[in-house]
């Protein structure tokens, strides 16, 4: 399995609270993305990095910002959180952007 | 707009059978595609990719076919295991972009 983890792997808020979340990687992968998975929806990319630093928005990248100073850490914050952002996040890692990304275990998120 | 639909939300095969999975892509500047096998509370893990200069790959019992021409793959899993019981989505990656953009997901269920 790809070092992956994600932490916290559950969490509870309330509406308008900022939110962290943390991907961590041993593998030394250059890109990294965070996901949303929603029913109906499949996964939804919602930002990903492709070097320390860089960064890029993805489909619904709205309410969400992203940082990245280490290769191994990607956060994903939630300025203030909404009820329409509890879901599962995954973070994903891929060596080269061009095939197979590796996912995280997740992270359940919800705002109350 | 989806770029990638997966249109059977369900689907329901006997063990032993064969479970045919279908994917449709929009895009026709992808030319990367790959398919992911979900169980609850995990993340998402690779089961099978395929280029777009070939029109098959297979691994096992898993098998994808890519009809360019149609914009549309399918997975095919023989024989089906109780085990195979999990969400399939499909993925696509291509163009400037080096992201995977997902279709919703289809929830396979193998009978015993």
């Known amino acids: 399995d790809a070092g992956i983890t994600q932490s916290p792997r559950h969490k509870v808020t309330e509406t308008g609270t900022p939110v962290t979340l943390r991907c961590h990687q041993t593998?030394?992968?250059?890109?990294m993305y965070w996901y949303r998975q929603d029913p109906g929806h499949g996964l939804r990319l919602i930002h990903y990095?492709?070097?320390?630093?860089?960064?890029d928005k993805g489909e619904v990248s709205d309410g969400y910002s992203v940082s990245r100073s280490k290769t191994e850490d990607f956060l994903l914050t939630l300025e203030s959180a909404t009820s329409s952002q509890t879901s599962v996040y995954f973070c994903?890692?891929?060596?080269?952007?061009?095939?197979?990304?590796?996912f995280g275990q997740g992270t359940r998120l919800t705002v109350v | 707009d989806q770029q990638v639909k997966q249109n059977s939300p369900s689907l329901s095969v006997q063990e032993g059978r064969i479970s045919i999975l279908n994917c449709d892509y929009t895009?026709?500047?992808?030319?990367?595609f790959l398919w992911y096998k979900k169980y609850p509370a995990e993340g998402p893990t690779f089961l099978i990719s395929?280029?777009?200069?070939?029109d098959k790959n297979e691994d096992g019992r898993f098998t994808v076919f890519l009809n360019k021409s149609a914009k549309h793959l399918s997975l095919h899993i023989v024989p089906s295991q109780p085990g195979d019981s999990a969400v399939y989505f499909c993925?696509?990656?291509?163009?400037?972009?080096?992201?995977?953009?997902f279709g919703s997901g289809t929830q396979l269920t193998v009978l015993p």
């Open positions: 994903a890692i891929s060596e080269d952007g061009a095939q197979r990304a590796f």
């Open positions: 593998e030394n992968h250059r890109y």
């Open positions: 990095s492709y070097g320390v630093k860089d960064t």
């Open positions: 993925a696509a990656l291509g163009g400037s972009a080096r992201q995977l953009t």
């Open positions: 395929i280029s777009s200069i070939k």
């Open positions: 895009n026709s500047m992808f030319d990367y």
